[in-house]
């Protein structure tokens, strides 16, 4: 095998997503601690004194406790080189985790046994599940009481519509929890509470082991024995094909803050896993493993950290090997470029790359030329990988800048934020740029808006929310906006680009404007 599909032979590129507090940051710390990336992994506990876990850096994520934007962090495991993409823990930021989630090849869904599915996530699980991808789903904390497995898989099933394959099955929980049954080979991995509760030793036993009653109570025997039964006549059974289209979710419980059933889970997975898929392109299919380095652009990042006020592009490495300072093709900007300063995100540390492979995530210097969605081939090669849909925004508000002699910043900072596609930004007719509509697919969007236009622009705005829910671009070319007959509650607005486009508060008023106006052609997305 050539040193090209060796390297991306061993790539595994997944996105972790869960509920805020179901312990994705403790799930992602401990797999890097497997990796060696990191020293100290279990830092979680005295996060909110001073230590910040390392994926979250964004001062308003401290605060509020959430993940506002994803980062992405690489660690290798057993001679396997693996990409994480971590995601915003919130559902307000749904469409964020749609293109992270474009970027990876999997998806890891963490849940708190004690919680089950969380209402608020839905949302999120359920972005999920529109990509198809294989979904493999941690059950955390099953060191504290949790609900009974059977109810928790019944809800992942019935509320995310997925089925689902337990692979191990948990032995009590709480101050009972002796540790998870490995369903196909019998084994019993203990979980013994270590002196400082942070550790949690592994050792293996199994149900016919003439001992066992001494390692777990006869009760809690007998309970495994009958769910065990109930659970061959009952559940899906495992296969691997379906797992690989996103249909079979396969299950794991474990203990991400004691270090219990994250070492199993993460050799289960990189099992389970590919290497790098093929793509879609406008050209056909890309085979991730040709000579041609492609990748494509999910993320923009402004003013990431104080000390770089830069703009950086991620892009996700779809085929063949990068290497820095050779001559690249911008397919949307039609033109050659050498990409500048690549570099590798560790959180808040930055790590130059020379190369990187096909399921790789690198982020580049823009100069403000790249757009989300964007591909990047190898000169010669014109092809478009698949665009990332834009979700329509539910929630919108006028804001103004307090001082307007502050009116560049504001400007620069409004165009900056939306351009990273964290807003949508509308401008009404007959109004300058002091006042625009900004358009959010969550409310915690205008917070971040707000916070990051006073942080990184200086920059106070006043904001006002608007009664409207549903947009509507105009189609038609020839359109008169000011003899267009809409109801008393529609707002007509045009977009960054000039585009008409209608603003409703009840969707029932998007028919009558089409009753109104003969010929008119409305749609949910602009283009
Ligand atoms: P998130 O990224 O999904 O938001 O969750 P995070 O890892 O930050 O974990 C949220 C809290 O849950 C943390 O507690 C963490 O220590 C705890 N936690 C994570 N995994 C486990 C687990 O397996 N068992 C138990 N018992 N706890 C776990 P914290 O921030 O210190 O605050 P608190 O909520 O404990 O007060």
């Given at each position: ?9 061993r790539r595994r590129?997944?996105a972790?997503?869960?509920h ?12 890097l601690?497997y ?7 279990g830092s979680?506990?005295g996060r909110?004194?001073?230590?910040h876990?390392v994926?979250?850096?964004?001062e308003?994520?401290k605060e ?7 980062s992405v ?5 057993n001679?396997?080189?693996?990409n ?5 823990g919130?559902?307000d930021?749904?469409e964020?985790t749609?293109?992270t989630?474009?970027?990876a090849d ?6 708190d046994?004690?919680k089950?599915v969380?209402?608020?996530t839905?949302?999120l699980?359920k972005?999920c ?7 493999f ?6 060191d504290r ?8 898989i ?6 995310l519509?997925?089925?689902t ?10 101050k009972?929890f002796k540790?998870?049954?490995d369903?196909?080979?019998?084994v ?8 400082n509760?942070?550790r949690a030793?592994v050792?293996e036993t199994?149900?016919d082991?003439?001992d066992i009653?001494?390692?777990?109570t006869?009760?809690?025997y007998?309970k ?11 559940s899906d059974e495992f296969?691997l094909?379906k797992?690989r289209?996103?249909?079979l979710s396969?299950v794991?419980f474990g203990s ?5 059933g ?5 050799r289960?997975?990189?099992?389970m896993?590919t290497?790098p898929l093929?793509?879609?392109s406008?050209e056909g299919?890309i ?16 003013n990431?950290?104080k000390?770089h006020?830069d703009r950086?592009?991620?892009m996700r490495?779809?085929s063949?090997?990068?290497?820095a300072?050779?001559?690249?093709y911008?397919?949307?900007?039609e033109?050659?470029?050498?990409l500048t300063?690549p570099?590798?995100?560790?959180a808040e540390e ?10 790789d ?8 030329i790249f757009?989300?969605?964007?591909t990047?081939?190898?000169?010669g090669?014109k092809?478009?990988?698949e665009?990332i849909p834009t ?7 006028r804001i ?5 002699m502050?009116?560049k910043q ?9 351009l990273?596609g964290?807003v949508?930004i509308f401008?009404?007719?007959n109004t300058g740029?002091e ?10 969007q ?9 942080n ?6 006043r ?12 189609e038609?070319e ?7 007959s809409?109801?008393s ?6 977009d ?6 209608l603003?409703f508060t009840?969707p029932?008023?998007?028919g009558?404007?089409l009753?109104r106006n003969?010929g008119?052609?409305l749609t949910?997305f602009?283009k």
């Open positions: 095998m050539s040193d090209l599909n060796t390297e991306i032979n590129t997944f972790i997503i869960s805020p507090d179901a312990g994705k940051t403790t799930l992602t710390e401990k797999f601690l990796g060696g990336a990191i020293n100290l992994a979680v506990k909110k004194a001073a230590k876990a994926s979250d850096w964004m308003i994520e509020r406790g959430i993940s506002v934007t994803s962090m690489q660690f290798e495991y001679g396997m080189c693996i994480i993409l971590d995601t915003p919130h559902q930021f749904s964020d749609y293109r989630l474009m970027a999997s998806a890891v869904m963490v849940i046994g004690s089950g969380e209402a608020q839905i949302k699980f972005v599940v529109m990509r198809h991808i294989p979904i789903t941690f059950i955390n904390k099953m009481e949790a609900n009974d497995p059977f109810d928790l019944d809800e992942i099933e019935n509320v519509g997925i089925h394959c337990p692979i191990n099955w948990p032995i009590g929980s709480g009972s540790g998870v049954y369903r196909k080979s019998g019993i991995s203990r979980f013994i509470q270590g002196d509760g942070h030793e050792i199994s149900l082991a003439p009653e001494s390692v777990i006869k009760e809690l007998d495994l024995s009958e769910d065990s039964e109930l659970l061959d006549g009952a296969d094909e797992v289209a996103g249909e396969p794991f991400a803050l004691t270090n219990f994250v070492e199993i889970f993460l289960h997975f990189l099992e896993t290497p093929p793509r879609k406008n299919i085979d991730p493993f040709g000579n041609d380095f492609s990748a494509f652009v999910f993320k923009i990042q402004a990431m950290n000390a006020r950086i592009a991620f490495i779809c063949g090997k990068f290497e300072g050779k001559e690249v911008h397919v949307q900007g033109k050659k470029l050498r300063q570099q590798q995100m560790m930055r790590k130059h790359v020379e190369e990187a492979y096909a399921g995530i690198i982020g580049v210097f823009d100069p403000g757009a989300i969605g964007d990047i081939c190898a000169p090669k092809f478009c990988y665009g979700f329509a925004p539910e929630h919108f508000a103004r800048q307090v001082d307007t502050k009116r504001f400007i620069k900072g409004i165009e900056q934020i939306a990273e964290a949508q401008q009404e007719y740029m006042e625009i509509i900004v358009g959010v697919v969550g409310v915690l205008f917070e971040v808006l707000e916070y990051r236009l006073a990184e622009y200086r920059v106070e705005i904001l006002e929310q608007l009664p409207y829910e549903h947009i509507r671009w105009i038609n020839d359109i008169y906006i000011d003899r267009l809409v109801t509650d529609t707002k007509k607005v045009k960054m680009h000039g585009r008409p486009l603003l009840h029932w008023s998007v009558t404007v009753d003969e008119l052609v949910e602009g």
